[in-house]
Structure formats: structure tokens, C-alpha cells
């Protein structure tokens, strides 16, 4: 399985962003797909993520400024990202749980990585 992430860039603060993950390859269920961040010196945290039943989660500093969607295929993710400030400027990073075949082990995955970087 490979996610490929795109949709980073340069935006000032109070911009938009809009950031899209596809998962490809053989995957046979999809138990849930989110987003991380890291920003230089820091640990990862989940950013937003949601499950295969459509039910979503947002960090606290992320709640009413971003919102998680699935493409209709529903292995496409977006991270749609408004207001964006400075402190937001992070490597975004496309996570998803599921599993290959109906008798594999659930597994972890993640993609690049995009970066968003935010102007003050």
C-alpha cells in the first residue's frame, strides 16, 4: 500500500490550504485514514483522522479551523485547512490503519509527507 500526499505550499497566516492523500496498491479494508504533523524538533501529533464509518476526530488546537473528508472512492483523504497560522507550519503526514486481505494482519501505513509552511 503507498499514499501518496500532495496540496502543501508557502500561504500567509490566515490562508487556506488544501491537503490530499490517495491510498493505492492492494488494500482490502480501510479501518481508518488521518492526518499527522510534525513540526523541526518535535513529536508527531494527530491532527485530525476519520473512520470507515465516517466518524471524525480533531486535535483541540484544530477544531473549527480544519475539517477530514473521504473522496467517494473512500481511499482518498483531504485535510481541508483554514485560518492557518505560523505555529501550523509542520510536515503533514497521511496515516492509514487497515488491512491487505481478509486474513492479514491490520497494518500501519504512511505516506511522505508534505510540507506546509505559514507566513506571518
Known amino acids: 500500500v503507498q499514499l501518496q500526499a500532495s496540496g502543501g505550499g508557502l500561504v500567509q497566516a490566515g490562508g487556506s490550504l488544501r491537503l490530499s492523500c490517495a491510498a493505492s496498491?492492494?488494500?482490502?479494508?480501510?479501518?481508518?485514514m488521518a492526518w499527522y504533523r510534525q513540526a523541526p524538533g518535535k513529536q508527531r501529533d494527530l491532527v485530525a483522522s476519520?473512520?470507515?464509518?465516517?466518524?471524525?476526530y480533531y486535535g483541540d488546537s484544530f477544531k473549527g479551523r480544519f475539517t477530514i473528508s473521504r473522496g467517494n472512492a473512500k481511499n482518498t483523504v483531504y485535510l481541508q485547512m483554514n485560518s492557518l497560522k505560523p505555529e501550523d507550519t509542520a510536515v503533514y503526514f497521511c496515516?492509514?490503519?487497515?488491512?491487505?486481505?481478509?486474513?492479514?494482519?491490520?497494518?500501519?501505513?504512511w505516506g511522505q509527507g508534505t510540507l506546509v509552511t505559514v507566513s506571518s
Open positions: 476519520i473512520s470507515a464509518f465516517d466518524r471524525t
Open positions: 496498491g492492494s488494500i482490502f479494508k480501510i479501518n481508518v
Open positions: 496515516y492509514v490503519n487497515g488491512k491487505q486481505t481478509p486474513v492479514a494482519l491490520t497494518t500501519d501505513y
